[in-house]
């Protein structure tokens, strides 16, 4: 089985999929950004063999539950569609939806030790242009139709949100 987590920055898609991992500790846990902070130093390339590195370790095997956390958006999740396209098991989707003050509340306090390169837009004009994917149908276009899959939409705004996920 797969648990995918998706969500704008800041989110709180991080803190969710730890949580998860504790209460599920014989599930893999893969994020993004931990794929860049080992293997990315901070150029385009590195970046580009980070996230190769992630969805390359995506496995196809109903026996090896896992538990992935990116947003959801742009190449790299076109990328883990493409990947999970050859995945029949069972999958669980939940989109994260936070409001944009939430977000960025949340990234005003955010220390910032992923490698990304200097032209990747990041920060506050992201959340804004991830949110209007969040607020459309464009994940469910992407993710909703596919089989053995449950998708649902979840706010995460607050620990009892949290909680009630979990």
Not at 138 to 159: D, I, K, V
Request: net charge positive.
């Amino acid at each position: 089985m797969k648990i995918l987590i998706f969500g704008n920055i800041g989110s709180g898609k991080t803190t969710l999929s730890k949580k998860l991992s504790k209460a599920l500790p014989d599930w893999e846990y893969l994020a993004v950004d931990d794929f860049r902070r080992e293997l990315s130093d901070g150029s385009l390339g590195g970046d580009s063999k980070a996230k190769s590195a992630f969805v390359k370790r995506i496995t196809h095997d109903d026996e090896k539950n896992q538990i992935i956390e990116c947003s959801g958006l742009g190449r790299m999740g076109s990328s883990v569609r493409k990947r999970m396209v050859k995945y029949d098991g069972k999958t669980t989707i939940l989109i994260l939806m936070v409001k944009v003050d939430t977000c960025l509340e949340r990234l005003s306090t955010r220390v910032w030790d992923v490698p990304f390169p200097e032209n990747i837009t990041r920060g506050n004009d992201l959340v804004y242009k991830m949110d209007k994917f969040f607020q459309s149908d464009f994940l469910y276009e992407r993710w909703g139709q596919r089989a053995n899959t449950s998708y649902f939409q979840s706010p995460h705004e607050n620990l009892v949100d949290q909680e009630a996920i979990l």
